[in-house]
Nanobody, 121 residues
Framework: QVQVVESGGGLVQPGGSLRLSCTAS????????MGWHRQVPGSQRELVAG???????NYAESVKGRFTISMDNAKNTVYLQMNNLKVEDTAVYYC???????????????WGQGTQVIVSS
């Protein structure tokens, strides 16, 4: 069994900051990458940022220069530091872990339950 659990969402004013955390745990054989996606009602889930085990990262254009993704490989934990938040960043943020478990012999994605981020004055 693999679990992916996010934390750190909440309500913040425009221009403020939040830090999201996500940990993958359980029967993990190899963790390849982790990332953050977000979704608002009526829209498709979109990639916000992703990071591989070797540290390579990528970002959506809309968050470049404001968000920073990092990963603690020893803890199977990914962080998303979000600065200068805008109203349009309001969404449910989902963590994704691409990994191979000890019970499933092929790599696949595991998703967390999501954490709400609301940017409002």
């Amino acid at each position: 069994q693999v679990q992916v659990v996010e934390s750190g969402g909440g309500l913040v004013q425009p221009g403020g900051s939040l830090r999201l955390s996500c940990t993958a745990s359980g029967s993990i054989s190899r963790l390849n990458s982790m990332g953050w996606h977000r979704q608002v009602p009526g829209s498709q889930r979109e990639l916000v940022a992703g990071i591989a085990q070797d540290g390579r990262s990528n970002y959506a254009e809309s968050v470049k220069g404001r968000f920073t993704i990092s990963m603690d490989n020893a803890k199977n934990t990914v962080y998303l530091q979000m600065n200068n938040l805008k109203v349009e960043d309001t969404a449910v943020y989902y963590c994704n872990a691409a990994l191979r478990s000890r019970t499933v012999p092929v790599a696949r994605s595991y998703w967390g339950q999501g954490t709400q981020v609301i940017v409002s004055s």
